[in-house]
Nanobody
Framework: QVQLVESGGGLVQSGGSLRLSCAAS????????MSWHRQAPGKQRESVAS???????SYADSVKGRFTISRDNAKNTVYLQMSSLKPEDTAVYYC????????WGQGTQVTVTS
């Protein structure tokens, strides 16, 4: 079993910044298998940022240049630094861990006002 706990969401004005955290515990093989996703009201959940093989990172086109995924291996924690936030970034943000099984966090709400 893997437990994921997100934090750091909130209400922010357009152009502002937030940093989300996701702390993982349990049967973690590698936090490289962790990623960030989001789901806006009435929309499907989408991938936002993830780690790739070799330490590279991958981002959705809509957040490239504004969001940065990072990790602290010692703390089994992954972060999502979000800058230049836009109202369309408003969503519930989820952390995911996926190796032989997939686990999701409970989600954290991010609301960006214009």
């Amino acid at each position: 079993q893997v437990q994921l706990v997100e934090s750091g969401g909130g209400l922010v004005q357009s152009g502002g910044s937030l940093r989300l955290s996701c702390a993982a515990s349990g049967r973690i093989f590698s936090i490289n298998f962790m990623s960030w996703h989001r789901q806006a009201p009435g929309k499907q959940r989408e991938s936002v940022a993830s780690f790739m093989y070799g330490g590279m990172t991958s981002y959705a086109d809509s957040v490239k240049g504004r969001f940065t995924i990072s990790r602290d291996n010692a703390k089994n924690t992954v972060y999502l630094q979000m800058s230049s936030l836009k109202p369309e970034d408003t969503a519930v943000y989820y952390c995911r861990y996926s190796d032989s099984a997939t686990y999701w966090g409970q989600g954290t709400q991010v609301t960006v006002t214009s």
